[in-house]
């Protein structure tokens, strides 16, 4: 009873949550998904965002959660793994698939590298291609797949798809030929018909009416999908050429491609008819309508006469290497035809998927750089189906979902239960039907259908499709799952000699054995395949390799159509097996393709053969979820104080169970040898939402970490770089003060106190402390040469520093070279007859102008204002400048106060003109003369030793060096200049009105 009422409300449950549009579920890791029939708002870039890197807990159930948590398998442990989609026809696999790829795309590449970008396109357009050449419209679905599809999608290390690989399994193809009412051919047909331009269709000799044609006529009246307008094979058609462009076909290749669709087309149509023995043609058979040969030749590129011929009759080799041509019955040549129709268009579609390998494939890979690619594969194969009339490609259809189912159970129940008893927890088996005993009614070696089906098609002569039915019965008399009308007599819902039955997973379902026998052998006649491989159109020759051969060639039997497809499929299995598994169970909620209709008995049955409920009772009673301690403890530590940040118990199960305490939620988990198993899903929300609560605490507390220690890096990266610009300044400041002090070691020595020593420059910071120590040093030398000098000899060297900076360089010889003796009236030797007198005459001038020192006296010849030139005597005191009568005891012909004195002129030559000019007075032109020795040099002197007193005196003295001066004397104005002459005996004065000239003796 409880179990009854839990069953009540899950499927209440289900109902009501496809009302609200939550079309997915989990039971477990299991993603179950009821096709809406409608647009949801539940994909696109916001959707994908929300899934993207969360746990599968995290957010509400969804297809995109599965994907990531294929993709976080896949990258952060490197494990291949696929995402396998099951479920009836039109229960949305495709669909799903698609939305698989692009959480894929959209995920994927953040750094847009163009090559990742490339393949994603490919990936993405392939499906579109694909879709146009194997799907169809079929009563359970208006866009069905007619092949299966397992696309293994190429990662590299960092996650971004680097390519992918494209396996197509067993296309219905026998749909080009005929379809059930209600269906239609491949869409590809139609969306040339209806999609292709006037001219185009011009060009393929085509009518845009699919009524017209045999293989369309059926499916004419018939648009693609249920929500799509009526021009969807126009615009698909738009859009699958484009997709071709993107994936890389080239224009010739696409034009092939409707060429060869075109031609499958016309060759539907063509009749025959049975002619008069002697007619014109061979065998008493022709085509109906000749037009239409001409159109398939031109069409595929070949001969016309050949394609006639090969519609007709065949080459057969007959014992001894010879050839000859049999001609068909209109029921052989009509045979022929629909084989020849159904290959061509079996190739053009494994082309295609070649072609679009091809450019997938990874390129330039190599796994020793590289290292290995993981892989998610993706499986979307078509449904389990049941129509009112089955045969041999729903045998396979269905064999496959067994297959499936199969692997699911292994993977699901099986490994599930075996998980419980391995890790130690008490558990009660729980019943579920394994569908292995179907699989072996099938693919049993010797025994099984399709080894009897290979069997009968093997044989020679005329064994019939009623003959291996016969011999099924015998095999599987007592088989539960098998039965036919033969075994059950009474049962009238099968017919004798033509159906048996197989009790499938899903459900019962009677195939005819009609064809079964020529669909399993899949033969076609070697001429067709010699006069494609012939044609002159590369694409079309490239999908015919084996009409290479030669007729007389023998070969060994070819598998078997069956035999391939067992073998595929147990490769696929084996594939799949060994990738980590994701399940993605699609439901069809009503048989009627509408919207929000949820037919109860019908999802009933699918969950049932799905073992859905045989999951949902292992999870029941099992467990939500399992993981491994130290991964819950990882993910949930924080939430407990005994665990966080690390744990000291003694292994990681004590932490988990002291964690699970904390929260109270020890009852409803258990404890296996390695992992914790949590019984429900409410105890994984309770835990996810203490956690949720605590990460941005976490995340502030790491924040605060990692920026303090960027902060403190930061800092000691500071320090360092100041701790070595102050040594490095240190040094080098050091280094500087030693080369200083090693140079400047004998600056002590006289006489030179370091002159020609050189300043090593310094450093920036040393600049203002070089100057200093420069001007220091400067001081300190001139003391070292002042401090020799003794203090007589000062007055003469204060006049000579005083020259020096009056006459600025400008007088080349000043006589500084010379000892000063100033006095020179005085002196016995410059003035032996009379320095007596001029003692006296000092004598009376120090009483009555009462001077101190004498500055400067000399013997001069002087001219006045009048032109008359007369030998005198120069005194300068510290009072007066007097102009002296020599020849008359130096009686004082003129005194001018020593402050009217403004400034004197001197030249620049060797010559000793002096002009003194006073305030007041007129300028007083001399030549310092008979001095002794003659000649000597003494202009300097007067001049040191006038600027001098004028310096301690603190007045201005203006000195002129020139070679030309001008004279002010009572308003005359005159030049005077200096004229040297080799024989003048004295220096002499020569005038005229408006010059004075002294003429020097320059010997
Ligand atoms: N998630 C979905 N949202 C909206 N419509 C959907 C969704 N899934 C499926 N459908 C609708 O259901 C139709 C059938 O889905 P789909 O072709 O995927 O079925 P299938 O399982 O691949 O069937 P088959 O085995 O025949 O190939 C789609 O054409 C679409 O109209
Ligand atoms: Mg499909």
């Given at each position: 009873?409880?179990?009854?009422?839990?069953?009540?409300?899950?499927?209440?449950?289900?109902?009501?949550?496809?009302?609200?549009?939550?079309?997915?579920?989990?039971?477990?890791?299991?993603?179950?998904?009821?096709?809406?029939?409608?647009?949801?708002?539940?994909?696109?870039?916001?959707?994908?965002?929300?899934?993207?890197?969360?746990?599968?807990?995290?957010?509400?159930?969804?297809?995109?959660?599965?994907?990531?948590?294929?993709?976080?398998?896949?990258?952060?442990?490197?494990?291949?793994?696929?995402?396998?989609?099951?479920?009836?026809?039109?229960?949305?696999?495709?669909?799903?698939?698609?939305?698989?790829?692009?959480?894929?795309?959209?995920?994927?590449?953040?750094?847009?590298?163009?090559?990742?970008?490339?393949?994603?396109?490919?990936?993405?357009?392939?499906?579109?291609?694909?879709?146009?050449?194997?799907?169809?419209?079929?009563?359970?679905?208006?866009?069905?797949?007619?092949?299966?599809?397992?696309?293994?999608?190429?990662?590299?290390?960092?996650?971004?798809?680097?390519?992918?690989?494209?396996?197509?399994?067993?296309?219905?193809?026998?749909?080009?030929?005929?379809?059930?009412?209600?269906?239609?051919?491949?869409?590809?047909?139609?969306?040339?018909?209806?999609?292709?331009?006037?001219?185009?269709?011009?060009?393929?000799?085509?009518?845009?009416?699919?009524?017209?044609?045999?293989?369309?006529?059926?499916?004419?009246?018939?648009?693609?999908?249920?929500?799509?307008?009526?021009?969807?094979?126009?615009?698909?058609?738009?859009?699958?050429?484009?997709?071709?462009?993107?994936?890389?076909?080239?224009?010739?290749?696409?034009?092939?491609?409707?060429?060869?669709?075109?031609?499958?087309?016309?060759?539907?149509?063509?009749?025959?008819?049975?002619?008069?023995?002697?007619?014109?043609?061979?065998?008493?058979?022709?085509?109906?309508?000749?037009?239409?040969?001409?159109?398939?030749?031109?069409?595929?590129?070949?001969?016309?006469?050949?394609?006639?011929?090969?519609?007709?009759?065949?080459?057969?080799?007959?014992?001894?290497?010879?050839?000859?041509?049999?001609?068909?019955?209109?029921?052989?040549?009509?045979?022929?035809?629909?084989?020849?129709?159904?290959?061509?268009?079996?190739?053009?579609?494994?082309?295609?998927?070649?072609?679009?390998?091809?450019?997938?494939?990874?390129?330039?890979?190599?796994?020793?750089?590289?290292?290995?690619?993981?892989?998610?594969?993706?499986?979307?194969?078509?449904?389990?189906?049941?129509?009112?009339?089955?045969?041999?490609?729903?045998?396979?259809?269905?064999?496959?979902?067994?297959?499936?189912?199969?692997?699911?159970?292994?993977?699901?129940?099986?490994?599930?239960?075996?998980?419980?008893?391995?890790?130690?927890?008490?558990?009660?088996?729980?019943?579920?039907?394994?569908?292995?005993?179907?699989?072996?009614?099938?693919?049993?070696?010797?025994?099984?259908?399709?080894?009897?089906?290979?069997?009968?098609?093997?044989?020679?002569?005329?064994?019939?499709?009623?003959?291996?039915?016969?011999?099924?019965?015998?095999?599987?008399?007592?088989?539960?799952?098998?039965?036919?009308?033969?075994?059950?007599?009474?049962?009238?819902?099968?017919?004798?000699?033509?159906?048996?039955?197989?009790?499938?997973?899903?459900?019962?379902?009677?195939?005819?054995?009609?064809?079964?026998?020529?669909?399993?052998r899949d033969s076609l006649f070697q001429d067709f395949k010699r006069l494609l491989y012939n044609s002159t159109d590369p694409t079309l020759r490239a999908m015919?390799?084996?009409?290479?051969?030669?007729?007389?060639?023998?070969?060994?039997?070819?598998?078997?159509?069956?035999?391939?497809?067992?073998?595929?499929?147990?490769?696929?299995?084996?594939?799949?097996?060994?990738?980590?598994?994701?399940?993605?169970?699609?439901?069809?909620?009503?048989?009627?393709?509408?919207?929000?209709?949820?037919?109860?008995?019908?999802?009933?049955?699918?969950?049932?053969?799905?073992?859905?409920?045989?999951?949902?009772?292992?999870?029941?009673?099992?467990?939500?979820?399992?993981?491994?301690?130290?991964?819950?403890?990882?993910?949930?530590?924080?939430?407990?104080?005994?665990?966080?940040?690390?744990?000291?118990?003694?292994?990681?199960?004590?932490?988990?169970?002291?964690?699970?305490?904390?929260?109270?939620?020890?009852?409803?988990?258990?404890?296996?040898?390695?992992?914790?198993?949590?019984?429900?899903?409410?105890?994984?929300?309770?835990?996810?939402?203490?956690?949720?609560?605590?990460?941005?605490?976490?995340?502030?507390?790491?924040?605060?970490?990692?920026?303090?220690?960027?902060?403190?890096?930061?800092?000691?990266?500071?320090?360092?770089?100041?701790?070595?610009?102050?040594?490095?300044?240190?040094?080098?400041?050091?280094?500087?003060?030693?080369?200083?002090?090693?140079?400047?070691?004998?600056?002590?020595?006289?006489?030179?106190?370091?002159?020609?020593?050189?300043?090593?420059?310094?450093?920036?910071?040393?600049?203002?402390?070089?100057?200093?120590?420069?001007?220091?040093?400067?001081?300190?030398?001139?003391?070292?040469?002042?401090?020799?000098?003794?203090?007589?000899?000062?007055?003469?060297?204060?006049?000579?520093?005083?020259?020096?900076?009056?006459?600025?360089?400008?007088?080349?010889?000043?006589?500084?070279?010379?000892?000063?003796?100033?006095?020179?009236?005085?002196?016995?030797?410059?003035?032996?007859?009379?320095?007596?007198?001029?003692?006296?005459?000092?004598?009376?001038?120090?009483?009555?102008?009462?001077?101190?020192?004498?500055?400067?006296?000399?013997?001069?010849?002087?001219?006045?204002?009048?032109?008359?030139?007369?030998?005198?005597?120069?005194?300068?005191?510290?009072?007066?400048?007097?102009?002296?009568?020599?020849?008359?005891?130096?009686?004082?012909?003129?005194?001018?106060?020593?402050?009217?004195?403004?400034?004197?002129?001197?030249?620049?030559?060797?010559?000793?003109?002096?002009?003194?000019?006073?305030?007041?007075?007129?300028?007083?032109?001399?030549?310092?003369?008979?001095?002794?020795?003659?000649?000597?040099?003494?202009?300097?002197?007067?001049?040191?030793?006038?600027?001098?007193?004028?310096?301690?005196?603190?007045?201005?003295?203006?000195?002129?060096?020139?070679?030309?001066?001008?004279?002010?004397?009572?308003?005359?104005?005159?030049?005077?200049?200096?004229?040297?002459?080799?024989?003048?005996?004295?220096?002499?004065?020569?005038?005229?009105?408006?010059?004075?000239?002294?003429?020097?003796?320059?010997?």
């Open positions: 009873m409880p179990s009854l009422l839990a069953r009540r409300a899950t499927e209440e449950d289900s109902g009501c949550r496809f009302e609200k549009g939550r079309i997915y579920t989990y039971i477990g890791e299991v993603l179950v998904s009821v096709n809406p029939y409608q647009e949801l708002p539940l994909y696109g870039p916001e959707a994908i965002a929300k899934y993207q890197g969360r746990e599968l807990y995290e957010r509400p159930p969804h297809l995109y959660a599965v994907v990531n948590a294929a993709y976080k398998a896949m990258k952060r442990r490197s494990r291949d793994t696929c995402v396998v989609i099951s479920g009836e026809s039109g229960a949305g696999k495709t669909e799903a698939s698609k939305h698989i790829m692009q959480y894929i795309a959209a995920v994927t590449n953040p750094s847009q590298r163009a090559e990742v970008e490339r393949v994603k396109d490919v990936l993405l357009k392939s499906t579109c291609v694909l879709e146009a050449f194997g799907n169809a419209r079929t009563n359970r679905n208006h866009n069905s797949s007619r092949f299966g599809k397992y696309m293994d999608i190429n990662f590299d290390f960092k996650g971004d798809p680097v390519g992918g690989h494209i396996h197509s399994y067993l296309l219905e193809k026998s749909r080009v030929l005929k379809q059930h009412v209600g269906e239609r051919n491949f869409h590809a047909f139609y969306q040339l018909l209806r999609g292709s331009d006037d001219q185009a269709l011009q060009g393929l000799h085509l009518e845009r009416n699919p009524a017209v044609y045999n293989f369309t006529r059926q499916g004419a009246g018939l648009n693609m999908g249920v929500h799509n307008a009526l021009d969807s094979d126009e615009k698909n058609h738009q859009a699958v050429t484009e997709a071709m462009r993107v994936i890389g076909f080239s224009p010739e290749e696409v034009e092939s491609i409707h060429r060869i669709l075109a031609a499958i087309l016309h060759l539907g149509n063509i009749e025959f008819v049975e002619t008069e023995e002697d007619g014109p043609q061979k065998g008493g058979l022709a085509v109906a309508e000749e037009a239409l040969v001409g159109y398939v030749a031109e069409l595929t590129a070949t001969p016309r006469d050949l394609v006639l011929r090969t519609l007709l009759a065949r080459t057969v080799a007959s014992g001894g290497r010879e050839l000859i041509e049999k001609g068909h019955t209109v029921a052989e040549a009509s045979y022929a035809r629909d084989a020849c129709a159904k290959a061509v268009y079996q190739r053009l579609f494994e082309w295609v998927v070649d072609r679009i390998n091809g450019i997938m494939e990874p390129r330039g890979r190599d796994p020793r750089r590289d290292g290995k690619d993981t892989v998610i594969g993706v499986l979307d194969i078509y449904g389990f189906e049941v129509f009112p009339v089955n045969s041999f490609e729903q045998f396979c259809i269905n064999y496959c979902n067994e297959k499936l189912q199969q692997l699911f159970i292994q993977l699901i129940l099986k490994q599930e239960q075996e998980e419980y008893e391995r890790e130690g927890i008490a558990w009660q088996s729980v019943e579920y039907f394994n569908n292995a005993t179907i699989v072996e009614l099938v693919e049993r070696p010797h025994r099984g259908i399709l080894a009897v089906l290979d069997e009968a098609c093997s044989t020679a002569g005329p064994i019939t499709d009623r003959i291996f039915l016969q011999t099924l019965d015998t095999h599987h008399r007592h088989h539960p799952h098998y039965s036919s009308r033969q075994l059950c007599p009474t049962d009238k819902t099968m017919e004798f000699g033509r159906d048996f039955r197989i009790k499938h997973y899903a459900g019962d379902v009677t195939y005819s054995v009609e064809g079964f026998i020529d669909k399993n015919w390799p084996d009409g290479q051969q030669d007729i007389t060639e023998v070969t060994k039997r070819p598998l078997t159509a069956g035999t391939l497809f067992k073998n595929s499929m147990v490769a696929l299995v084996e594939n799949l097996a060994s990738k980590e598994p994701f399940y993605v169970r699609c439901i069809k909620p009503n048989e009627d393709k509408v919207a929000g209709r949820f037919d109860e008995a019908h999802c009933r049955h699918q969950v049932s053969y799905l073992g859905l409920l045989e999951n949902v009772r292992v999870r029941r009673a099992g467990f939500a979820s399992r993981q491994p301690y130290p991964r819950f403890l990882l993910r949930y530590k924080m939430t407990c104080e005994y665990t966080w940040p690390n744990h000291l118990l003694g292994s990681d199960r004590e932490a988990v169970s002291a964690l699970l305490e904390q929260h109270g939620l020890q009852g409803d988990v258990a404890f296996g040898h390695s992992k914790l198993f949590v019984r429900s899903p409410r105890t994984l929300v309770t835990l996810e939402q203490s956690r949720a609560r605590l990460i941005p605490v976490i995340v502030l507390l790491l924040q605060k970490a990692w920026r303090g220690t960027l902060a403190r890096w930061r800092c000691r990266r500071l320090r360092a770089i100041y701790t070595i610009m102050r040594w490095f300044r240190r040094h080098k400041v050091r280094a500087h003060l030693t080369d200083l002090q090693r140079r400047f070691q004998a600056a002590r020595q006289p006489p030179l106190y370091g002159r020609d020593l050189v300043w090593p420059r310094p450093p920036a910071v040393l600049q203002p402390f070089q100057d200093t120590c420069h001007a220091l040093f400067s001081r300190w030398r001139a003391r070292q040469l002042v401090k020799n000098i003794p203090p007589s000899d000062m007055t003469q060297i204060k006049a000579k520093v005083a020259a020096m900076g009056a006459l600025q360089g400008l007088r080349q010889d000043w006589g500084c070279q010379r000892a000063w003796a100033r006095d020179y009236l005085s002196s016995g030797t410059d003035n032996p007859t009379a320095s007596h007198l001029f003692a006296e005459q000092l004598k009376a001038l120090r009483e009555k102008d009462g001077f101190g020192t004498v500055l400067f006296s000399s013997h001069v010849r002087k001219v006045n204002r009048f032109r008359k030139r007369r030998d005198r005597a120069l005194l300068l005191t510290d009072r007066h400048l007097y102009k002296l009568e020599p020849g008359r005891q130096y009686r004082v012909m003129r005194a001018v106060p020593l402050d009217a004195v403004t400034g004197l002129s001197v030249t620049s030559g060797r010559d000793q003109l002096v002009v003194l000019h006073a305030r007041g007075y007129d300028d007083l032109v001399v030549c310092l003369h008979r001095s002794q020795p003659p000649l000597d040099n003494r202009v300097g002197e007067l001049v040191g030793m006038l600027a001098a007193h004028c310096q301690g005196e603190g007045r201005a003295l203006e000195v002129r060096v020139s070679d030309c001066i001008p004279l002010s004397q009572r308003g005359a104005r005159r030049l005077i200049s200096v004229e040297p002459r080799p024989e003048q005996p004295e220096p002499d004065f020569r005038c005229n009105r408006s010059a004075f000239t002294l003429l020097w003796p320059s010997h």
